[in-house]
């Protein structure tokens, strides 16, 4: 997941709710591999892909997450935001991204609306992507983007974030998401410092 406000760690009994199918075990130590300066190619490839899906639909694609910050280590999944206008209107953006190679893994009704849908190199393309779907209107995105911009410009405080990453990567998660749960104290005392949008979501 991105950087995100959530403060409690998500409960097994959450990820098997808003994950659609048996989520998956990682039951491992999370791979971190070195900044790789074809990471921001791979963004824009599936970005003309996602636009050629969805058209004026698609209101807003942006690279997101620790492979948008150049020298930033990171999983070697591409996370990308996409904002459309109405996010449980499914049927508008679903069969479109699933045409596109993209499977809808998450739904999250109580999070912002938000969805996460997937794409795998056993889905026959070479980029691995996490596309986060948030709806016209909610802040979430961003702050995701407020995050990005202060690590892509502040050394510190991405020496640090990466430093914390290679800590936790090293224990072994069931789930990717409590390594990603794990890293909410440090993310938000760098979130203090960059700051965010005021105000909530008007309709998620």
């Not at 921001?40 to 948008?68: C, K, M, N, W, Y």
């Not at 049927?91 to 109580?110: D, M, N, T, W």
């Amino acid at each position: 997941m991105t950087a995100s406000e959530r403060t409690a760690p998500t409960t097994d009994e959450q990820i098997e709710a808003y994950t659609i199918g048996a989520p998956r075990v990682l039951g491992s130590t999370v791979l971190l591999a070195d900044y790789d300066p074809d990471w921001p190619a791979q963004f824009e490839r599936e970005r003309t892909a996602i636009r050629g899906a969805l058209g004026d639909r698609a209101l807003r694609v942006e690279h997101v997450g620790s492979t948008s910050v150049p020298g930033l280590a990171a999983k070697p999944v591409i996370d990308i935001i996409l904002v459309v206008p109405d996010t449980t209107d499914e049927p508008a953006y679903v069969p479109a991204l699933e045409r596109a190679g993209y499977r809808l893994q998450i739904r999250e009704p109580e999070w912002h609306q938000h969805r996460v849908f997937v794409k795998r190199f056993d889905d026959g393309d070479d980029t691995n992507v996490n596309l986060h779907v948030y709806q016209d209107g909610c802040v979430q995105g961003d702050r995701d983007l407020v995050f990005r911009d202060w690590l892509r410009s502040n050394d510190a405080d991405r020496e640090l974030y990466e430093r914390t990453k290679r800590t936790l990567a090293a224990r072994v998660w069931k789930y990717l998401q409590n390594y990603a749960d794990a890293k909410t104290e440090v993310i938000e005392d760098i979130r203090s410092r960059a700051g965010e949008p005021a105000g909530r979501c008007a309709r998620c």
